[in-house]
């Protein structure tokens, strides 16, 4: 899986995301900061062995930099190419070359693509949020399905509607999750870490300080049913 900058330079430009004004107002396109999930740090801190990881909605790449930086393979899949415009300066600020494949498209396409390699990990960190209600619980059991490997994990976090969307947020389309949702998700899975809580957030130039609820949730395959 191994693609060099100027090749990442060349992926085809062909979606938008619900974050791109953010993502567009932001220096460098770096809307995330320099931390990953706390769902990533608790993974590697069980010091799983260095593998392979996709990583879907992997926005500017917080996570798979933090991933490769450990030695894994990573692929990951965008539907904003402003997004990955940021993923590749982030990789530049940590003077760093994506040794991953990062590709322009959508989860829907990416289900439909002929079957891929099955990965150690799978990354889904605010992605949820950001599918239609309808689809997006089967979207990701699909998902998991095809894609991890049989004693493979999964690093999900979503937003909730414990708190109410921001107004003044400046992002369309988002449709919080409810907590019936991620129990569906995960029904039959051994679950290594569950927690529900609030954030605190901020996008200048363009959104202020404001709170969201999120749900994490890192979960093991092996015992799925």
């Avoid at 894609?147 to 921001?166: C, K, N």
């Avoid at 679950?191 to 949730?217: A, K, N, Y």
């Amino acid at each position: 899986m191994n693609m060099h900058i100027h090749e990442l330079q060349q992926i085809e430009q062909i979606g938008v995301g619900p974050y791109d004004i953010l993502y567009a107002s932001s220096p460098d396109n770096i809307l995330w900061g320099e931390t990953p999930s706390r769902l990533i740090d608790q993974y590697l801190k069980l010091s799983r062995p260095v593998g392979s990881a996709l990583d879907v909605g992997c926005g500017d790449g917080v996570n798979a930099l933090a991933l490769e930086k450990r030695g894994f393979d990573v692929l990951g899949v965008e539907v904003s190419s402003i997004a990955l415009a940021g993923l590749r300066n982030r990789f530049r600020r940590n003077q760093c070359v994506p040794a991953g494949r990062y590709i322009n498209e959508d989860v829907a396409r990416f289900l439909a693509r002929p079957a891929q390699p099955r990965f150690d990990l799978v990354v889904s960190c605010g992605l949820f949020h950001c599918l239609s209600p309808r689809l997006r619980v089967q979207q990701h059991r699909i998902l998991f399905e095809r894609f991890l490997s049989p004693a493979g994990w999964v690093a999900f976090s979503t937003l909730t509607d414990r708190v109410p969307w921001p107004d003044d947020h400046e992002v369309n389309d988002i449709h919080l999750a409810t907590r019936a949702e991620v129990t569906e998700l995960f029904a039959g899975w051994t679950i290594v870490h569950s927690q529900e809580g609030i954030i605190q957030d901020c996008h200048p130039p363009l959104v202020g300080h404001h709170e969201h609820s999120v749900s994490w949730t890192l979960a093991r395959r092996d015992q799925l049913h």
